[in-house]
C-alpha cells in the first residue's frame, strides 16, 4: 500500500491558518452584526451566511472564475503582485475563509447578543471605551461561543471538498487535501489507501467534537 | 447647582408617554425621584448617565454641561464621570473582588488605596472571591465603591436595595449615608420605597406618569397632614408581634428600630413591609441634655 502524509498535513496546515485568520476576522464583524443598528446590516448577515445554503461547487466555481488570471481581479493580483490564487495554497485559503465564515461568525454574534447589555453598559459608565470593554469584560465571558466558534471552523475546513476542488485542484503537496485524495485513491482503485485517509479523518473529526462538546459539557468549571 | 431639563419619549405597556423633566438642585445633596414601576425612573438616570439620549434637553451637572440639544452638544457616558448603581447585578463574573475595583481603577489614582476601600464597606478576606460567591448586600456594597472609586461628580442610584432582604437593605442604607456624609457626593436615588426615601434624602421629586408632580422635603410629601400629631415619624413595620392581648409592631425609623403597641383596628391592613406614620397627640415628653453637647 502506497501512501503519504502529504494531504493529512496539508489539511492541517490549511485548517490551522484559515482558524487563525477567521478567528481574527469574525471578531469585529460578529461585534458590528450584533450591535449595529446599520439598516443594511441583515444584507451582510445573508452574504455571511449563504455559504450554509450554497452547494461548495457554487462558490468554488465564482472564485475560479474571479481568480482567473483572464479575469481583471486575477490578471491585476498576478501581475502586479505575482500572487496566483487558482491552484495555489493561497486559493485553498481564500476559498476555506469565505466557505467556514458563518461557522466562525455565527457562533460567536450568539455570544455577544446574548451578553447582558448591563455588563457593558456597567463597564462604559465606568469610563472604559467599547474596545477595552469588548476585550476585557465582554470575550473573557463568552469563551464557550469562542471556542465553539473555533472548533467548528477548524472541523468545517478539514471537511471540505468542492469548494477546494474547485480552485485548488489536485496538485500534490500545494493543494491536494486529504478529502481530495481519498476521491483520487478511490478513482485509481486504491481502496486501502482512501481508507487509510478516511480513517485518520473520521478519528481527528471525532476527537475535535468530543473535545468540544466534553469542554461545553461543563463550561465554568473549564474557563 | 445642577440643572436637568429634557424631554423623551418612552414606549410604555399603556402606549406611547413623554418623560418631561425640569429640575434643579444644589450641588452636594442626596435627592430621590420617587414613583411607581413604570413613571419613567430609569429613564430618567439613563439620560443622566448618557446612556439613553432625550430628544431635547439641557443638563448641567457640577458646573457642566453634558448635554445640550441646541448646541448639538452630548458628552459620551465615559466622559461623564458618573457612578451608577442599578439593581441588577452587574458585577464582572469572570474577575474578583480585588479584580472588579482594579477594573474601575484609573491612572492617576492611587492603587494602595484598593484594600482601604475593602475594608471600609466590610469585605475584607473576601478579595479573591467571585462575586457570585457573595450575598446580595455584600455584592452592593462592591457595587458601591466600584463606582466611587472613580472619584464620580455624582452618584446615580437605580433602587439598588430592592433585592435585598430588610435588614441588609436597612444596613446598606446605613452605608450609603455614612458614604454620603464623608463624601458629599451629590446624589440621586431613584425609589419606589416610601420608607427608603424618607430615610436618605433630603430632597424628594415625585415622578408619576413622565412628570414631576410634587417636589419637597421627605416630610412635607410624604406624612399625611390629617393626622395633627405633634410628633409624627414615618417608618416601616420589619416585625409584627403578638403578645397576650397586645400587637407589638418592631419599626424602622428614620435610622433606628424601635417598637409600639398597635390596637387590633389599627392592625387591619398592616402587614410586615407597610409603610406608617406614627404619631403621638397630648403628650408632654420629657426634655433632657444631650450628653453629646
Do not use: C
Amino acid at each position: 500500500m502506497h501512501y503519504d502524509l502529504q494531504p493529512l498535513y496539508l489539511t492541517f496546515q490549511l485548517a490551522i491558518v484559515v482558524t487563525v485568520i477567521l478567528f481574527a476576522v469574525s471578531i469585529p464583524l460578529a461585534y458590528w452584526i450584533a450591535f449595529s443598528k446599520n439598516r443594511f446590516k441583515y444584507v451582510i448577515e445573508t452574504l455571511v451566511s449563504m455559504p450554509l445554503v450554497l452547494p461548495p461547487t457554487v462558490i468554488g466555481f465564482y472564485l475560479l472564475l474571479v481568480f482567473s488570471p483572464q479575469h481583471s481581479l486575477g490578471h491585476f493580483l498576478e501581475s502586479f503582485l505575482g500572487l496566483r490564487v487558482v491552484f495555489s495554497f493561497t486559493g485553498l485559503v481564500i476559498g476555506s475563509l469565505i466557505f467556514s465564515l458563518p461557522f466562525m461568525v455565527n457562533p460567536i454574534k450568539a455570544g455577544l447578543q446574548n451578553f447582558p447589555q448591563e455588563l457593558i453598559e456597567a463597564s462604559l459608565v465606568l469610563g472604559k471605551s467599547r474596545w477595552t470593554t469588548l476585550y476585557r469584560v465582554i470575550l473573557p465571558n463568552i469563551k464557550p461561543a469562542l471556542l465553539t466558534g473555533m472548533i467548528m471552523a477548524f472541523a468545517h475546513t478539514i471537511g471540505e471538498f468542492g469548494v477546494v476542488l474547485m480552485i485548488g485542484g489536485n496538485i500534490p503537496g500545494e493543494t491536494r487535501l486529504a478529502s481530495i485524495a481519498i476521491y483520487n485513491e478511490v478513482e485509481a482503485l486504491n481502496y486501502d489507501t482512501a481508507g487509510l485517509y478516511a480513517l485518520v479523518l473520521v478519528g481527528i473529526s471525532f476527537v475535535i467534537l468530543l473535545m468540544f462538546y466534553y469542554l461545553n459539557r461543563k463550561p465554568l468549571k473549564i474557563f | 447647582m445642577n440643572k436637568i431639563r429634557f424631554k423623551k419619549q418612552m414606549h410604555t405597556p399603556q402606549g406611547k408617554q413623554w418623560l418631561d423633566i425640569d429640575i434643579n438642585f444644589p450641588s452636594g445633596e442626596l435627592v430621590s425621584v420617587f414613583g411607581e414601576s413604570g413613571a419613567g425612573k430609569t429613564t430618567f438616570l439613563r439620560i443622566l448617565a448618557g446612556l439613553t439620549q432625550p430628544e431635547e434637553g439641557y443638563i448641567e451637572i457640577e458646573g457642566e454641561v453634558w448635554f445640550d440639544s441646541n448646541k448639538k452638544m452630548n458628552r459620551s457616558v465615559q466622559m461623564r464621570k458618573i457612578g451608577f448603581i442599578s439593581q441588577e447585578n452587574t458585577l464582572f463574573p469572570h474577575m474578583t473582588v480585588r479584580g472588579n475595583l482594579e477594573y474601575a481603577w484609573h491612572g492617576q489614582q492611587d492603587f494602595n488605596l484598593i484594600p482601604q476601600w475593602i475594608e471600609l464597606v466590610g469585605l475584607k478576606g473576601l478579595e479573591d472571591k467571585n462575586p457570585d460567591q457573595l450575598s446580595g448586600g455584600q455584592k452592593q456594597r462592591l457595587a458601591l465603591i466600584r463606582a466611587l472609586i472613580r472619584q464620580p461628580k455624582i452618584l446615580l442610584l437605580d433602587e439598588p436595595l430592592s433585592d435585598l432582604d430588610i435588614q441588609a437593605r436597612l444596613n446598606l442604607q446605613d452605608e450609603i449615608l455614612k458614604i454620603y456624609a464623608k463624601t458629599k457626593i451629590t446624589t440621586v436615588l431613584v425609589s419606589h420605597d416610601m420608607a427608603e426615601v424618607f430615610k436618605l434624602a433630603q430632597k424628594v421629586f415625585v415622578l408619576d406618569r413622565g412628570k414631576i408632580i410634587k417636589s419637597g422635603k421627605p416630610q412635607e410629601i410624604f406624612v399625611n397632614n390629617d393626622v395633627s400629631g405633634k410628633f409624627k415619624f414615618t417608618g416601616q413595620i420589619l416585625e409584627i408581634h403578638q403578645d397576650g392581648v397586645l400587637n407589638i409592631l418592631t419599626l424602622s425609623i428614620g435610622n433606628n428600630v424601635t417598637k409600639v403597641v398597635a390596637t387590633d383596628e389599627e392592625m387591619a391592613d398592616l402587614k410586615v413591609g407597610s409603610q406608617v406614620v406614627v404619631s403621638s397627640k397630648a403628650f408632654n415628653p420629657l426634655i433632657l441634655r444631650s450628653q453629646k453637647n
